[in-house]
């Protein structure tokens, strides 16, 4: 989300009547590859880029591509075989991928309101702790169709339907499969088989919030919790119950510092399917309060700071939970790597709740069966 956030950035600083830019998107990632379907890069005339589509291996190459399609200014997809060592070395690196990497390279213009980047700016223009999953669906192969290589359709969390794609055949096909896809949560290819025999290949792509992490207690250990956060790309709320501990100064990356009482905290504050919760507070009583409070709610994870006989302790004092409701409470929180300092804790917290979300262990990935990523 954060580079995606660059990426967008930095489209909006182009001066069109003096540049000219393109945008690549990964589509398809067939064996290993460094990022994965999705990955993206804002190129400009002039040699520079935002983003990465590879670990630095490819970059050269699609900007010379770039410039090329922006002059023919009609979408183009590029193949890059690294399973081969003649693709390697034509691009003059030894990548060693192992892998089959499909690229779309699009011009971009600062009028086109119907172009991808306008679309990834639509999603990011929401309220971030609002922002809910969305698809956008790109055509990136079609084999004598009428449908074009680079349209779309974007479905929005509300499930309305802003459709670019010009065969309704294939618009039909594609949201009959969205809501499979939007639940699995996962970006993928997909190949289309039209009545007419016609084959298209159709990039779905859902676009998740970034985890909206919620602090509760603006203690010394929790401005290590916010910094990273930040870096990372999440959106951070801090929340205490005394506003004195809310010192802009001590937490500068935070992105709202709201005093909540420990008994509204379900009327202050949203939380949503991709909410974290932490409690970090050292205040037994507070603590304990919130998490009555936030039990009932829809947040999928609850941490806890602190030994698990205080957790104990803390359900010796509320009403039986569910199993629905311990597995989404952490405690003692964090991956067992050995943390010691507020820094190390953090690493440890966060790492946890990526893996979470992730649907990840979060164990070494040595000792992990398979491949690294998900298939697309």
Not at 15 to 36: H, M, W
Not at 132 to 139: G, N, R, S, Y
Not at 165 to 175: M, V
């Amino acid at each position: 989300m954060k580079e995606l956030e660059r990426i967008i950035e930095t489209y909006d600083k182009i001066d069109f009547t003096e540049r000219k830019a393109a945008l690549a998107t990964v589509v398809r990632v067939q064996g290993s590859a460094y990022r994965r379907a999705g990955a993206r890069m804002i190129m400009t005339d002039d040699g520079r880029w935002t983003g990465a589509i590879s670990g630095g291996c490819l970059e050269g190459d699609a900007l010379r591509r770039a410039r090329q399609i922006i002059n023919e200014g009609k979408p183009q997809v590029v193949r890059y075989d690294t399973m081969e060592d003649q693709s390697a070395t034509s691009l003059g690196v030894g990548l060693g991928c192992n892998g089959i990497i499909d690229v779309l390279i699009e011009p971009v213009t600062e009028n086109d309101n119907l172009h991808h980047i306008h679309l990834l700016k639509s999603f990011l223009s929401k309220p971030r702790p609002a922002q809910q999953t969305e698809l956008i669906a790109t055509i990136f192969n079609a084999e004598n169709s009428k449908a074009q290589i680079g349209e779309r359709l974007f479905q929005r969390a509300d499930n309305q339907i802003v459709n670019y794609i010009t065969d309704e055949e294939l618009s039909a096909k594609i949201l009959a499969v969205s809501p499979q896809i939007k639940m699995d949560g996962k970006s993928q290819s997909h190949e289309f088989v039209l009545i007419d025999q016609s084959k298209v290949d159709v990039f779905i792509e859902v676009l998740k919030p970034a985890v909206h992490l919620v602090l509760f207690g603006a203690g010394y250990d929790a401005a290590p919790l916010v910094k990273l956060a930040h870096e990372i790309g999440w959106y951070v709320t801090l929340a205490d119950d005394c506003v004195a501990h809310l010192q802009p100064k001590r937490f500068p990356d935070a992105n709202e510092m709201l005093e909540v009482p420990r008994s509204q905290v379900r009327q202050k504050l949203t939380f949503g399917e991709h909410t974290a919760a932490v409690l970090i507070s050292h205040n037994y009583k507070f603590d304990l309060a919130v998490l009555k409070e936030l039990i009932q709610t829809e947040v999928p994870y609850i941490g806890i700071l602190g030994p698990r006989k205080r957790f104990d302790k803390m359900q010796g004092e509320m009403d039986k939970l569910t199993d629905e409701q311990l597995y989404k409470v952490h405690s003692p929180i964090g991956l067992d790597i050995g943390a010691e300092t507020p820094e190390e804790i953090a690493v440890a917290i966060l790492a946890e709740i990526q893996a979470g979300f992730a649907g990840r262990k979060g164990g070494f990935l040595k000792t992990r069966e398979g491949s690294i990523h998900e298939r697309d």
